[in-house]
């Protein structure tokens, strides 16, 4: 029974075993790895829009963040500090910007 392990086919066998497991880690990791660095934002802008939607500014408004749940926070402040003016987060992933509105805050 010992011997039997021994056998040029078993060999084989784990060699192209070993070879596609090595392969399967080479090809798909960095990929998963990747995926996960870039789809974070490192900045979060806030906008403000008036009552008719358009996109306007309020003096002495922070609007610049690095966390996603301190703007979030700032939008939450600043909508009940402004109640007729609405709030959204544009944040840039992989060259898109993307807005997140926070009307119902």
């Not at 870039?38 to 500014?57: C, I, W």
């Not at 301190?70 to 910007?97: R, W």
């Amino acid at each position: 029974m010992v011997n039997d392990l021994r056998t040029p086919g078993f060999y084989i066998i784990a060699i192209l075993g070993t070879i596609v497991t090595a392969g399967f880690f080479l090809v798909f990791f960095p990929t998963l790895f990747k995926k996960r660095i870039d789809s974070k934002s490192t900045m979060y802008t806030l906008v403000v829009f008036d009552v008719y939607g358009n996109k306007t500014t309020l003096n002495g408004l922070r609007i610049n963040f690095q966390n996603k749940e301190v703007a979030l926070s700032f939008a939450k402040f600043y909508k009940k500090q402004f109640p007729l003016y609405d709030f959204g987060i544009v944040h840039e992933i992989n060259g898109i910007e993307k807005l997140m509105i926070t009307k119902h805050i």
